[in-house]
């Protein structure tokens, strides 16, 4: 028996449900209800459009087969009714109807439906500042915008930019201005590192140092106070409680929030942060009402909990499996770890699961394994090195989560998407040691990164390696005073480790070449504690199983070593 479907949101989840839904019950009535005249886009890819990646908005619209998505392509090859530039008002649950209002003409009708899928998304979080409203200022929240941003910038009227927030839509932001517009520039954050929550300390020190390498002027912990406009009402400045700093475009990329207004109107269950609440059917307290994407809370597969997941991809695999219930095909969508990929210039960033902070606010007997592996054969030409955090917890062994910092190539996302498969599952240290990875010079090493990244959180677990983290490390750089008894043991090669010893002295970074351990470890004082030093770690821990063998126990692993040191951009490194 044919039943009428309405869904409110045309971006993705709504289409990708519309669809599938047709495609399991082509007699259906389904019907799409959007605000906008612009449905069925790519949103992820607006910073991508405005950075000149994709040049024109109707790219991100597009089949792959370069057919636009519109109303007339919903009805004309899928079957499925659109009402654009129709706005949701109200939700009669008792008589099953949809209250909606035509914006262009006022116009208001009653929709009957059988089931209804609420795909509202999230609207950007505009900050309670002065100026917010100025002429010039804009959130990423639509295709209107980004064409706005776009055409400002082409016609010449932007010379200084300041995006307000450093999430992955404001560095991506930032980057598109920077790069290919060349304009000057300016990010601010509010929290004390970029992408807060997403990853640690460390991978936010690496990545703004990259950003400052490429002309991206950055201020954390700062948070903008007033957007000033000049008597003309445009925005001409952004305040901070430290700086004034003039500018032509405001981006305000201070996040998103549920748009789930509709949802609590109608009496149905929501979370207390705003997100609609559902069951792993992705029903809502009322089993008619559907709903799915950037709107509803989702299951963290890692800590139980409800959260926030606003990705693309979760949207369309939740949209699927909205559709296969409506119609009666029992599926389940068991919630995510929340990964993330992102590129900043020709570097890129990615996590997935818990961060290390995170872990530990959690309750996990969390601990981590920093490594610096090359991202395929060494001996293979485009060899690069990354930056991998392997978090896991110690009484269990579960992984938690990764983070990796690195060219932007294949390697970083291969292997995120690994671990976000493994963490999902709630992998141990020896699954991830000992799961399959396909091998190739070109693509991975023999032991790959992934495999070798548990191997060194074995190796902590068991005790058979100390490390020392980077914080602690570059603390006690930046004063000696610290750790008096601390002496820096580098077994790189002379060339590398002989600009310190002239800058910090003998007793305090001794030198003697990975090699030479063996043969000279007489020479090294047995009344200091010795942090163990080289280009990556993989040689100081082979140099801390001997000294441990030889009795001389006193010893740190810094690991990650050179790579992420420089990475980081540490302000003691000797000038070379």
Request: charged residues 20%; contains cysteine.
């Amino acid at each position: 028996m044919s039943k009428k479907v309405v869904i409110v949101g045309g971006v993705a989840a709504g289409p990708k449900a519309a669809c599938h839904l047709k495609r399991s019950q082509p007699d259906w009535d389904v019907t799409i209800v959007d605000q906008d005249n612009l449905i069925s886009y790519g949103g992820c890819g607006i910073p991508y459009y405005v950075g000149g990646d994709v040049t024109e908005e109707k790219e991100l619209r597009s089949t792959s087969f370069n057919m636009v998505r519109d109303a007339s392509f919903f009805a004309h090859t899928k079957g499925v009714n659109v009402l654009t530039r129709t706005r949701a008002l109200a939700i009669d649950r008792q008589h099953k109807k949809l209250q909606v209002k035509n914006l262009d003409s006022g116009a208001e009708q009653e929709l009957q439906y059988d089931m209804l899928m609420l795909a509202t998304g999230a609207a950007p979080v505009v900050l309670p500042i002065p100026g917010a409203d100025l002429y010039g200022v804009f959130t990423v929240a639509d295709l209107h915008k980004a064409i706005e941003i776009k055409q400002r910038i082409a016609g010449g009227k932007v010379g200084q930019v300041v995006v307000i927030g450093g999430g992955a839509i404001g560095l991506e932001m930032a980057e598109s201005f920077a790069d290919l517009w060349g304009l000057e520039t300016i990010l601010v954050e509010f929290m004390p590192q970029l992408l807060p929550r997403l990853i640690d300390a460390d991978f936010a020190t690496m990545l703004q140092r990259h950003l400052e390498e490429m002309n991206v002027t950055v201020f954390t912990d700062e948070g903008a106070t007033e957007i000033v406009g000049d008597s003309e009402g445009r925005a001409v400045a952004v305040t901070t409680a430290k700086r004034t700093l003039p500018a032509d475009l405001v981006i305000m990329a201070a996040g998103v929030r549920p748009r789930s207004e509709l949802a609590q109107e109608a009496g149905l269950a929501v979370e207390p942060w705003g997100g609609i609440t559902v069951n792993n059917r992705l029903q809502t307290s009322d089993p008619d009402i559907y709903a799915a994407g950037d709107c509803i809370a989702v299951k963290h597969l890692v800590t139980g909990k409800q959260a926030f997941a606003p990705m693309g991809s979760l949207a369309n695999r939740e949209g699927r499996v909205a559709a296969d219930n409506m119609a009666g095909l029992a599926t389940t969508f068991e919630g995510a770890v929340g990964s993330f990929i992102m590129k900043a210039f020709d570097r890129c960033i990615a996590a997935t699961g818990l961060t290390y902070e995170a872990a530990l606010a959690e309750g996990f007997a969390a601990d981590y394994s920093l490594t610096a592996p090359d991202d395929r054969a060494h001996f293979f030409p485009t060899s690069a090195s990354v930056a991998f955090q392997l978090v896991f917890d110690k009484r269990t062994r579960q992984l938690l989560g990764l983070q990796c910092f690195g060219m932007m190539n294949d390697s970083i996302s291969a292997r995120i998407n690994a671990a976000a498969v493994m963490i999902s599952k709630r992998a141990t240290i020896e699954d991830c040691m000992l799961a399959e990875m396909a091998y190739a010079p070109p693509f991975s090493a023999a032991v790959d990164s992934l495999n070798a990244a548990a191997c060194v959180a074995d190796n902590i677990c068991a005790g058979r390696m100390r490390s020392l983290s980077m914080q602690r490390f570059s603390a006690w750089m930046d004063d000696f005073s610290r750790e008096p008894d601390w002496l820096v043991l580098d077994i790189r090669h002379p060339t590398e480790a002989q600009p310190f010893v002239e800058k910090f002295g003998a007793e305090k970074w001794l030198a003697i070449v990975y090699d030479k351990v063996r043969t000279q470890y007489n020479e090294i004082p047995q009344d200091k504690t010795l942090i163990i030093f080289c280009g990556s770690g993989n040689r100081a821990y082979d140099v801390q199983i001997f000294l441990d063998y030889m009795g001389l126990r006193n010893s740190f692993v810094v690991a990650g070593g050179m790579k992420v040191i420089r990475w980081m951009g540490a302000e003691w490194l000797p000038q070379s």
